[in-house]
């Protein structure tokens, strides 16, 4: 590097500020230095072009042999015979006459300035030429795909002056953070928008769900590359800009180094999710993502002449010149301007001509024009120069019951939902629970409660009872304390099913056409509703913005809104597939019966395709295959059908399987007959025999006279022999082993009845 500074310096000044020459200059300077020339015998001339002073003996001493004088301008001399040097050092562009002996080829004086040093010759310079010429094309003209500025250049605006820059690698998988928390202002979307939403997710100390280790943002925040420690998290058009310049499917190709999962940007969707994307296809489908999921992190930084500033035109700091936000935006007090001024033409004493702000903004009451007259259409004074008077909800203004309407407080509660024929609905408590109260039955399914429509709150709510479902902290659970509840003499309180829970958000909650009327909180709510999916969730609505989910574990304490149906509703059993179903209920009471399993709703035994009834043994059902499988497929078939292969726990039982087998081949008892084999639910597992329903192992019959089992296989097959010629006895009723996976045979299906 010492040469290239030399050589800088060695280049006219006024070619600084022009770097296209600097690197032509020097490049020229290279070429000058390998120059060589040919001397013929005699008299020649040449010209010293190397930058630094040399000794003429040691510039020449290659060709001492051949040289009989050296002369300069000043006619000092140099003659090697003699051992004498008048001239002393070449200087350099200063020209000499050389008297040779004879010719010499490829004459040249720089070698000892290109190559002295082997690690800081000529090679060495060109590669710092290289570097340097990279350097200057990232501060002059940077393009999509160069490595600049501690990575790659994935964006530069319309002039060329400022741009983007992705870090050369990703940092991990973390989570985004702030799972069940929104995070204000960090909602940006558009290029410029990365830095402010993560400066916003930092300042609100956003962490992981589990609560250990750190966000998205605050990785990008830690990282360093190149000395560059100004990283943040993309936006979406952001990332996006990344697949489409520097992802998989750019013109550059995947010179980012992407992989195929999905990446984190800064944009928030809500308090439970925030945006991501494949950078390997940008897949639609795949639009937002949950919070506490961990996907990857791919830092970004900003390089060049960014404005940072409030984006937002509506701000009255809003800076036409910005194109980073910085969070600065502020915002006029609703109905003023920026200056103070009352600009709302609906206030009373709205001034089109003020330029004086005084703050002094007046409106009319609601329902009330500007000189105090009732203009309230619903009101029954209206047009009268008096306070506004309105009928009860539900009644006219002569005190005539109308209809029920939603918000209004009849049947101990507010009405939340009528039905298409106005004769019944449902109400809300007029209030919460006091306390927060866990769903109950952690771990375990209530499988009647799975129902989510309007009319199953109330079955719900039995089912949970009727399982006696208890809380990890031993307190009440959501159903038990809505049963309990009681208010202006109604004690018929349930829990709601998800979507009365949601009804009553978008009728009478901050999804109603008036407003929050039942003074819900902008908390999570129970349903009655059980997850068909997790054990361990039930659905719950919030109530902040109506979102309704699973996701919730039963352990959670939340809030609870008893309900309570009021007028003509039908009850009954609303399941199709119980025998009392009633098509015209239309609100389930938990009255669903059932046939008892293995049995139709007549009580006639239950018909299987591809099985024929054969008999009952001990209370159970027994079928019998009519076509052939290999064990494993046998057994499959039978789960399937809700049953299992038959387990055989005793002679007796032995005796029925041998006996069925006799009965349905009684035409074909001959020892070539295979069909008369038969699969029963016998495996060996780890060197132990069990049945496939875990039932004890406490009964068998192998068959004694061929030593079963005789390590044939690990799954059962009773013998086919009526008559084995080599031992002359009948083998029907043993035991055989067998490979599980080959080899057809029938079957017998063993239904167990409850």
């Keep these: 590097m010492k040469k290239l500074l030399y050589i800088l310096l060695f280049v006219p000044l006024a070619l600084f500020g022009q770097e ?43 060709h001492t042999e051949s040289i009989a004088i050296v002369k300069d301008n000043n006619g000092a001399v140099y003659m090697p015979e003699w051992d004498f040097n008048g001239i002393g050092d070449f200087t350099p562009g200063f020209g000499y006459q ?29 590669v710092e030429v290289e570097e340097l010429t990279l350097e200057i094309k990232c501060l002059t003209n940077p393009e999509i795909g160069d490595n600049c500025f501690g990575g790659i250049v994935f964006y530069v605006d319309e002039t060329g002056e400022h741009g983007l820059i992705a870090a050369p690698e990703d940092v991990g998988g973390y989570e985004y953070g702030c799972y069940f928390t929104e995070i204000p202002g960090a909602e940006g979307v558009s290029i410029g928008t990365g830095f402010n939403n993560t400066l916003d997710i930092i300042n609100n100390m956003c962490t992981p769900n589990g609560g250990d280790g750190i966000t998205a943002a605050q ?27 520097i992802g998989e499917t750019s013109a550059l190709g995947n010179v980012g180094g992407f992989s195929d999962w999905w990446y984190w940007t800064s944009t928030e969707r809500n308090f439970i999710q925030a945006e991501s994307r494949s950078l390997s296809s940008f897949e639609e489908w795949h639009l937002i993502e949950w919070k506490y999921q961990p996907n990857t992190v791919r830092p970004i930084r900003a390089f060049g002449n960014w404005t940072l500033g409030c984006m937002d035109s509506l701000a009255c700091n809003f800076n036409p010149n910005a194109n980073m936000a910085d969070g600065s935006c502020e915002y006029p007090e609703q109905g003023y301007d920026c200056d103070g001024n009352c600009v709302d033409e609906l206030a009373c004493n709205f001034n089109p001509n003020a330029n004086m702000a005084d703050g002094s903004c007046e409106y009319p009451e609601q329902g009330y024009d500007c000189d105090g007259n009732c203009v309230d259409e619903l009101a029954c004074n209206y047009g009268l120069n008096e306070q506004c008077q309105y009928p009860e909800l539900g009644y006219d203004c ?34 919460d629970l006091e306390e927060t109260y866990e769903w109950g ?36 659970t959501a159903a038990q304390v ?94 199709e597939t119980a025998c009392n179903f009633n098509p015209e209920a239309n609100m389930a009471d938990g009255s669903c019966e059932y046939a008892q399993e293995g049995y139709d709703c007549e009580g006639n035994v239950s018909q299987f395709e591809g099985f024929i009834y054969i008999g009952a043994y001990e209370g159970n059902n027994y079928y019998l295959s009519q076509g052939m499988s290999v064990w ?82 690990n799954c059962t097959i009773t013998n086919h022999d009526i008559y084995h010629p080599n031992y002359g006895e009948n083998y029907f009723g043993y035991w055989n082993d067998q490979a599980c996976d080959s080899g057809e045979a029938k079957f017998i299906m063993e239904i167990e009845i409850d």
């Design 219 to 245: 990785a990008t925040i830690d990282y360093i590359s190149g000395a560059y420690d100004d990283w943040f998290l993309p936006s979406l058009d952001e990332l996006e800009a990344m697949y489409l310049n």
């Design 398 to 431: 002569d005190g005539n019951f109308v209809e029920y309407v939603l918000g209004m407080e009849t049947e101990g509660g507010i009405v939340f939902y009528v039905d298409d024929t106005g004769e019944h609905g449902l109400v809300a408590a007029l209030e």
């Design 20 to 62: 296209d020459d600097i690197i032509t200059q020097l490049n020229q300077s290279f070429d000058a230095w390998n120059v060589s020339i040919d001397l013929s015998e005699g008299w020649n001339m040449f010209g010293y072009g190397c930058p630094n002073p040399i000794d003429v003996v040691d510039g020449l001493s290659n």
């Design 632 to 713: 494993e497929d046998a057994n499959l078939l039978c789960n399937n059908n809700g049953g299992h292969l038959v387990t055989i726990s005793n002679e007796g039982e032995n005796t029925f399987v041998t006996n069925t087998l006799i009965d349905d081949q009684s035409e074909n008892l001959t020892y070539e007959n295979w069909e008369l084999r038969c699969f029963i639910g016998l495996k060996k597992t780890d060197e132990t025999w069990s049945w496939v329903n875990d039932e004890t192992t406490t009964y068998s019959s192998w068959a004694p006279s061929t030593n079963e089992p005789s390590g044939d296989g």
């Design 98 to 126: 050389i008297k040779l002996t004879e010719a010499i080829e490829g004459f040249s004086l720089c070698d000892w300035y290109v190559n002295d040093i082997p690690e800081d010759n000529i090679v060495s310079l060109q």
């Design 441 to 476: 039955c952690y771990g375990d399914f209530v499988s009647e409660a799975q129902y989510t429509p309007i009319g199953y709150g109330n079955q719900n709510t039995i089912e949970i009872l009727n399982q006696n479902c208890q809380t990890l902290n031993s307190g009440s």
């Design 482 to 575: 809505t049963s309990d509840y009681e208010n202006q003499g109604y004690s018929d309180w349930f829990l709601p099913s998800k979507f009365e829970l949601v009804e009553m958000y978008n009728s009478i909650g901050n999804g109603g056409f008036n407003g929050n009327v039942a003074n819900f909180t902008d908390q999570v709510y129970w349903s009655s509703s059980d997850d068909v999916g997790s054990q361990y969730s039930a659905w719950v609505v919030n109530f902040e913005d109506g979102f309704h989910y699973w996701g919730s574990g039963k352990d959670a304490n939340l809030r609870v809104r008893p309900i309570r149906a009021f007028g003509n509703w039908t009850m009954g059993c609303m399941n």
